[in-house]
């Protein structure tokens, strides 16, 4: 089956450096992946829409400069968070839509997630 | 807007019962997808059922299946034969025609006691 892959699993880094967290789509072509954030023992919220080729989508309340977002490859999509402070310590999950004319009942497959923690 | 709401923050089912999650949703659209997603410790989202909109009959995926109310703009979970890998976070979530983005619910906490 499809394949997602995030990379790091998990990360620490001290407060006011950068962390890039990296999605990659392994056997399939992801015209479009999503970034999610997800605070312990609660929901999964959605923070950006990341087209290949294009600016990424942002949900409101999301910072666009604390969190880049680059979709430059089919099969690749990475999130940048920039100075990063404690309150940035999260769950950051992304999936990426089977490439199927962007049809909304296109597989949605998710990677596993990445831990960060900042210090 | 796209809302997803599910109203029981936990529940416990005994092992070899069948236990019903609750999920309502509220949308103006009439094409659209709901999804039930099963999230163990290890955080892994895995797709435990979807339904289309459009499709009366109720989607089953072998001890899953799912009370579809359309009029009523809500999508229950059903679990039989409860086993202890299903225990886990449910989230119950929506893709709507336009929006292209999964909204998910809450979560309700899953807990099989042996």
């Known amino acids: 089956g499809a394949v997602v892959s995030q990379h790091p699993s998990w990360v620490i880094c001290k407060s006011g450096t950068s962390v890039k967290i990296e999605c990659r789509s392994l056997d399939f072509q992801a015209t479009t992946m999503f970034w999610y954030r997800q605070f312990p023992k609660q929901s999964l919220m959605l923070m950006a829409t990341s087209n290949e080729g294009s600016k990424a989508t942002y949900e409101q309340g999301v910072e666009k400069d604390k969190f880049l977002i680059n979709h430059a490859s089919l099969t690749l999509s990475t999130l940048t968070v920039t100075s990063a402070h404690p309150e940035d310590s999260s769950f950051y999950i992304c999936?990426?839509?089977?490439?199927?004319?962007?049809?909304?009942?296109?597989?949605?497959?998710f990677g596993n997630g990445t831990r960060l923690t900042v210090t | 807007a796209q809302t997803v709401t599910q109203s029981q923050p936990e529940m416990s089912v005994q092992e070899a019962e069948t236990v019903t999650l609750s999920c309502t949703y509220d949308?103006?659209?009439?094409?659209?997808?709901l999804f039930w997603y099963k999230q163990p410790p290890s955080r892994q989202m895995i797709l435990v059922i979807r339904q289309e909109a459009y499709k009366q009959q109720n989607a089953t995926e072998n001890r899953f299946s799912v009370n579809f109310q359309k009029a009523a703009k809500s999508f229950s979970l059903k679990i039989s034969d409860s086993q202890l890998g299903d225990a886990a976070m449910y989230f119950c979530?929506?893709?709507?025609?336009?929006?292209?983005?999964?909204?998910f619910g809450q979560g309700t906490r899953l807990t099989i006691n042996p």
């Open positions: 949308t103006s659209e009439s094409d659209y997808y």
């Open positions: 979530a929506q893709i709507i025609q336009g929006a292209q983005k999964l909204v």
């Open positions: 999936s990426a839509r089977q490439n199927r004319g962007g049809a909304i009942n296109s597989p949605l497959h």
